[in-house]
């Protein structure tokens, strides 16, 4: 199993959540009781020291439609845009009607489990890993996923439906995905997390590069440690670089 380990150093005040979609039901894991949301289930699984998974029946708002646990036109209503302009997110129906074009979804019925467990908990390779970081931790993650590819930053998402961004189009566009919360309505309207945080959402491809990443990389490059000694070294590298320019080859382009 993929040793993501690493993710403990961070010490995250909301532990980073593991995601597995499954197509049959998961075996030695208990179904959850009750129903939430699916941003709720993340914090459920924040708060569990044991896996558990979900159906569409435990699911009381849009996340079954996304992961494809139900397919288009079975929620009219909210397809139409109508709880959109009810809310008052959306000026008229019709805008919202417009997101649904937009959004990621599964093909219907190919998952129809999804399974939650705390990061060091899980029993199987996320195909989502969901972490909520501070910005000092998240600038770190984000620094890991462009470390050896300068890869660019993408923060994809929409006010309502923010399952959407945060478990199926990772899967599906396999982009590390960044929301902030407090910015989406679902969630800032049920007051699951307190505003401020990032939510990354790395999906299975993207983990084991990240991962070694991490390992690898200074969590602190040179230029953020202000002690004398780092900084006369990065004077010193910098003063080096600059003496690259004196290749005969150069010095005409320096002009």
């Given at each position: ?16 959540v ?6 049959t ?11 939430l949301?699916?941003?709720?289930f ?12 979900v159906?569409k ?23 139409s ?34 399974e ?7 029993t ?45 189009y ?21 007051k699951t997390?307190?505003?401020g ?18 390992a690898?990389?200074?969590?602190k ?19 080096d ?15």
């Amino acid at each position: 199993m993929l040793d993501l380990s690493i993710f403990d150093k961070f010490d995250f005040e909301f532990p980073a959540v593991a995601v597995k979609f499954h197509f049959t039901k998961p075996e030695n894991v208990k179904q959850y009781e009750g129903q939430l949301s699916f941003c709720e289930f993340l914090k459920a699984a924040q708060n569990s020291d044991e896996p558990f998974y979900v159906t569409k029946e435990n699911d009381n708002c849009m996340g079954k439609y996304v992961l494809g646990m139900v397919g288009r036109g079975e929620d009219l209503v909210s397809e139409s845009g109508q709880k959109g302009f009810a809310f008052h997110v959306f000026d008229e129906a019709r805008t919202g009607a417009k997101l649904y074009t937009q959004i990621h979804t599964i093909e219907k019925g190919l998952v129809n489990y999804v399974e939650f467990a705390k990061l060091g908990t899980q029993t199987f390779n996320p195909d989502v890993l969901i972490v909520m970081a501070n910005i000092e931790q998240a600038e770190i993650i984000m620094r890991a996923k462009s470390y050896k590819n300068c890869e660019l930053w993408e923060s994809v998402s929409s006010s309502v439906i923010g399952c959407a961004w945060i478990y199926s189009y990772p899967y599906l566009s396999g982009k590390v995905n960044l929301l902030t919360t407090g910015m989406h309505h679902g969630m800032k309207r049920r007051k699951t997390f307190p505003a401020g945080y990032s939510i990354i959402s790395i999906p299975y491809n993207k983990l084991p590069e990240i991962a070694q990443n991490l390992a690898e990389m200074p969590w602190k490059p040179i230029g953020y440690l202000e002690d004398e000694e780092h900084q006369t070294q990065l004077k010193k590298d910098l003063q080096d670089i600059e003496k690259l320019m004196e290749d005969p080859a150069l010095k005409d382009m320096k002009k």
